[in-house]
């Protein structure tokens, strides 16, 4: 098992940065593969960057692509969203999550991830 804490979120005005971080603790924590993912209000938890368990390959959906950077320190068995550019509807709950051992950066589908964390909100006004 992985226990996972995010932090980091807060309220910035659009076109503005933020920095979330995401704290594993429990199993080593270069055995997964991660992900982060946000929910905004009334909508379905979405997909947003993942990470292979070494750092060297990513993914970003669209609305993250050129904005927000993924990377991990696995020294410090953290995870991190560099988020720039913020646009108000980037405002949402941001959780990090990790699939079972060993699986692939690939995944996009929360379906496919077993270990999430509290979710940090995220606020970006206009």
């Known amino acids: 098992q992985v226990q996972l804490v995010e932090s980091g979120g807060g309220l910035v005005q659009a076109g503005g940065s933020l920095r979330l971080s995401c704290t594993a603790s429990?199993?080593?924590?270069?055995?997964?593969?991660m992900g982060w993912f946000r929910q905004g209000p009334g909508k379905e938890r979405e997909f947003v960057a993942s990470?292979?368990?070494?750092?060297?390959?990513?993914s970003y959906a669209d609305s993250a692509k050129g904005r927000f950077t993924i990377s991990r320190d696995n020294a410090k068995n953290t995870v991190y969203l560099q988020m720039n550019s913020l646009k108000p509807e980037d405002t949402a709950v941001y959780y990090c999550?990790?699939?079972?051992?060993?699986?692939?950066?690939?995944?996009?589908?929360?379906?496919?991830?077993?270990?999430w964390g509290q979710g940090t909100q995220v606020t970006v006004s206009s």
């Open positions: 999550a990790a699939p079972p051992p060993y699986s692939s950066y690939s995944y996009s589908h929360p379906d496919e991830y077993d270990y």
């Open positions: 429990g199993r080593s924590f270069n055995m997964y593969a």
């Open positions: 990470i292979s368990r070494s750092g060297g390959s990513t």
